[in-house]
């Protein structure tokens, strides 16, 4: 299975942007499906977009308009681009395949 670590996380204010990381290797990077995903506390881990083996893309409702998932195939990274971020996005954002392992995820932290 590809391995993946997330970065890019941070404080931010309500409005703000980030861009979020998501680096593999060990598998055919390109042939993958990936999804995002985020935890906030005291919530069940949700799905929030996922890029396709054709770059096709899906979000979840909540996300729509604000967030962009993209690839980087050269560089073995997919990317979600979060603007317009809210205080209710806060959450730890992990990247994953089907059937993957959870890594540590990256921290988003929406506040004034």
């Known amino acids: 299975q590809v391995q993946l670590v997330e970065s890019g996380g941070g404080l931010v204010q309500p409005g703000g942007s980030l861009r979020l990381s998501c680096a593999a290797s060990?598998?055919?990077?390109?042939?993958?499906?990936i999804g995002w995903y985020r935890q906030a506390p005291g919530k069940q881990r949700e799905w929030v977009a996922t890029i396709f083996r054709g770059g096709s893309t899906h979000y979840a409702d909540s996300v729509k308009g604000r967030f962009t998932i993209s690839r980087d195939t050269a560089k073995n990274t997919v990317y979600l681009q979060i603007d317009s971020l809210k205080p209710e996005d806060t959450a730890v954002y992990y990247c994953?395949?089907?059937?993957?392992?959870w890594g540590q995820g990256t921290q988003v932290t929406v506040s004034s």
């Open positions: 994953n395949e089907p059937g993957g392992n």
């Open positions: 060990g598998g055919i990077f390109s042939n993958n499906v």
